[in-house]
């Protein structure tokens, strides 16, 4: 056979890999699920408390697979004419969202921002299609009092990126095997001050109604996946209180956002000493820039979550440089090392002319950066996880500099590490191991 192949190509002969059959079903070119599963989604819990600024704890008992949580937020009409001088951008949902807690079994109680959520949501979506849409889903723009009587648009569907789980299908993620735990897991959700996401303005000596100061309705959806047969599940199988199991994590393990105030030079250049790195081992960052302005508050229009992108960057760790770019090739970079480009259109508000009429949303790009230090590599498949290494970083100098749009202009650099995990799962709990 081998001297068939070499005489009929050179090519079969010398290239290194395993022959697949391009025809028939084989053992090299098809998957069988080895235990057979069940989804549901048919778990909901509505928040404690619906009030701005308020802070809500969930529970998920421990069961079986916890795959997919979604959060569905709808607000009330406002009072008075009905939503006179309110408006709210596309994706509010996502934006009514101050921080996000979480906690597996006893482990440490774990942070994310609400914008880091709506970051990792949009950046690990596969295509540009799915992003946008998942973005649209948070809530549409609300503009004027029509939009504010339309319950669908007063109602957000908002995807919760907790560490087991992945919008994505292709390179998806493991449920998180909750049967392993003796505690439940603990879902942290902290709202927004509604103040600072509703735009109110006076238009034509037209005072604004009253910003809502509580939802109509939040509820949370659990989505599960169970065993057929009970009794393949590993707590039934093993005695955890003297083995463990090790719990990929499907892209890593993210802190809680650094931000790093800063006034932009005379020719828009910044230079960032970047701290609060956990020591490990470093595999990607994403950077994002926000204005002050955009977040004044009553009197102005509020534009939360919207991102500017830096016109050059370099990042190095150590004075050795890691990524760099000239007249902006950085955003070339970023799109060849993904599915899609990490930019989002976002519909910035606009004031009206007159009472009582409708805000304008203009599309503008939102956009973020992101520094790969793991060489690219693609999951094809569903529940698929692989481990490819970064940069060891342990009281390393991290330093980002660049030059952004605007001469002498205040901004925020938010940055996110990005550290490959595992859970370990022993004796009831689960926690990390970096």
């Known amino acids: 056979m081998a001297q068939y192949e070499a005489a009929m190509n050179v090519q079969q002969s010398i290239r290194p890999g395993m022959a697949m059959?391009?025809?028939?079903?084989?053992?090299?070119?098809?998957?069988?699920?080895?235990?057979?599963?069940?989804?549901?989604?048919?778990?909901?819990?509505?928040?404690?408390?619906?009030?701005?600024?308020?802070?809500?704890t969930v529970t998920f008992n421990p069961s079986e697979g916890l795959a997919e949580v979604i959060l569905t937020l709808q607000l009330p009409q406002p009072s008075g004419n009905g939503g006179q001088g309110l408006a709210l951008p596309e994706g509010w949902g996502y934006m009514?969202?101050?921080?996000?807690?979480?906690?597996?079994?006893?482990?440490?109680?774990?942070?994310?921002?609400?914008?880091?959520?709506?970051?990792?949501?949009?950046?690990?979506?596969?295509?540009?299609?799915k992003k946008q849409q998942l973005f649209f889903l948070g809530g549409q723009a609300i503009l004027d009092i029509d939009d504010w009587a339309d319950a669908g648009k007063r109602t957000a569907y908002v995807y919760l990126r907790l560490p087991h789980s992945s919008p994505a299908l292709s390179g998806g993620a493991l449920p998180f095997p909750s049967d392993v735990l003796t505690a439940p897991i603990q879902l942290q959700i902290d709202l927004q001050d509604f103040s600072k996401v509703i735009t109110a303005l006076t238009v034509s000596a037209t005072a604004p109604d009253a910003v809502p100061t509580s939802l109509s309705s939040a509820v949370v959806n659990f989505t599960q996946v169970t065993m057929q047969d009970s009794s393949d599940l590993v707590a039934r199988r093993f005695d955890m209180s003297k083995s463990?199991?090790?719990?990929?994590?499907?892209?890593?393990w993210t802190q809680e956002e650094v931000q790093f105030p800063f006034t932009s030079g005379a020719n828009g250049s910044f230079q960032l000493s970047l701290t609060g790195c956990k020591a490990g081992d470093l595999k990607m960052l994403r950077v994002w820039f926000t204005k002050p302005t955009d977040m004044a508050g009553p009197g102005s229009i509020i534009q939360p979550d919207y991102w500017y992108a830096p016109s050059q960057i370099t990042f190095a760790i150590n004075g050795l440089i890691y990524m760099d770019s000239a007249n902006g090739s950085w955003l070339l970079t970023n799109l060849l090392r993904r599915r899609q480009p990490p930019v989002l259109t976002y519909s910035a508000l606009a004031a009206p002319n007159a009472a009582p009429g409708a805000f304008g949303a203009l599309p503008v790009a939102s956009q973020w950066v992101e520094i790969n230090l793991a060489q690219p590599h693609t999951r094809g498949d569903s529940q698929?996880?692989?481990?490819?290494?970064?940069?060891?970083?342990?009281?390393?100098?991290?330093?980002?500099?660049?030059?952004?749009?605007?001469?002498?202009?205040?901004?925020?650099?938010?940055?996110?590490?990005?550290?490959?995990?595992?859970?370990?799962?022993?004796?009831?709990?689960?926690?990390?191991?970096?």
């Open 21 to 56: 059959d391009t025809y028939y079903a084989t053992s090299e070119n098809s998957e069988k699920q080895l235990h057979a599963t069940v989804e549901d989604n048919r778990f909901f819990i509505n928040l404690p408390s619906l009030n701005s600024g308020s802070s809500s």
């Open 96 to 129: 009514m969202l101050r921080r996000i807690g979480y906690r597996y079994g006893s482990s440490q109680l774990y942070y994310i921002s609400g914008e880091q959520n709506l970051l990792q949501a949009v950046s690990l979506c596969e295509d540009s299609g």
């Open 244 to 252: 463990a199991l090790t719990i990929p994590l499907c892209e890593g």
């Open 384 to 434: 698929e996880v692989a481990l490819v290494h970064g940069v060891p970083v342990m009281n390393s100098v991290l330093n980002l500099t660049g030059v952004m749009p605007e001469n002498s202009v205040n901004y925020i650099c938010h940055v996110e590490y990005v550290l490959n995990c595992s859970w370990m799962a022993s004796r009831g709990s689960a926690d990390f191991v970096f």
